[in-house]
């Protein structure tokens, strides 16, 4: 198993970068999908909540990638 302190390889870079992109789309529309629901006059508030945890779900994998991408250096 790889450890996340190694460097990433440029393809491993590559993958993740796309994967990345792919994530932060989902988010957004994700984000739209909730602001179109809760404008309506009765909204779905068990859909919504579905659509916001996964939202979070999101935002937690776009971090652990955007970490890895971009590890913290401590001089």
């Given amino acids: ?4 302190d190694d460097p990433l390889t440029p393809a491993e870079e590559k993958e993740l970068k796309g994967r990345l992109r792919f994530l932060q789309q989902e988010h957004a529309d994700l984000d739209a999908a909730i602001e179109a629901l809760g404008a309506v006059p ?3 508030q068990l859909r919504i909540a579905r659509m916001k945890r996964r939202k ?3 935002r937690d994998e ?3 990638i ?3 991408i971009l590890p913290d250096i401590i001089a």
Avoid: F
């Fill in 1 to 4: 198993m790889e450890d996340d």
């Fill in 42 to 44: 009765i909204p779905d």
């Fill in 56 to 58: 979070l779900s999101l």
């Fill in 62 to 64: 776009i971090v652990k």
């Fill in 66 to 68: 955007e970490d890895r």
